[in-house]
């Protein structure tokens, strides 16, 4: 079973940048979307980026889009998040995840199968 494994993250001032890294270890990963979710406590995960295996897709949800961006390279099995002009909203438990079928929806958590640890990311005021 592909396990993902996660580095970056942690503390930065506002309008600072930081990169996020998710790596397959064991077997490599599948041909599915990879996503990067976001969790602060007490609520639920949310969506944050997804890229899809064969056209390299991109989606970004709103609050994201235009400062965060999301790659893939198959060729490590590696998954990246760029995150660039960092909001105090931005601070949350960050998540990476592998979407285990074509056609579930890239927006839910029950649609993805094996998940990052996750790794804090801090935005200060």
């Known amino acids: 079973q592909v396990q993902l494994v996660q580095s970056g993250g942690g503390l930065v001032q506002t309008g600072g940048s930081l990169r996020l890294s998710c790596a397959a270890s064991?077997?490599?990963?599948?041909?599915?979307?990879l996503a990067w979710f976001r969790q602060i406590p007490g609520k639920e995960r949310e969506f944050v980026a997804a890229?899809?295996?064969?056209?390299?897709?991109?989606y970004y949800a709103d609050s994201v889009k235009g400062r965060f961006t999301v790659s893939r390279d198959n060729a490590s099995y590696a998954m990246y998040l760029q995150m660039n002009s960092l909001k105090p909203e931005d601070t949350a438990v960050y998540f990476c995840?592998?979407?285990?079928?074509?056609?579930?929806?890239?927006?839910?958590?029950?649609?993805?199968?094996?998940w990052g640890q996750g790794t804090q990311v801090t935005v200060s005021s």
């Open positions: 995840a592998q979407k285990k079928d074509w056609s579930s929806s890239l927006y839910y958590t029950t649609s993805y199968t094996n």
């Open positions: 064991g077997r490599t990963f599948s041909r599915y979307a």
């Open positions: 890229v899809t295996w064969t056209r390299n897709t991109l």
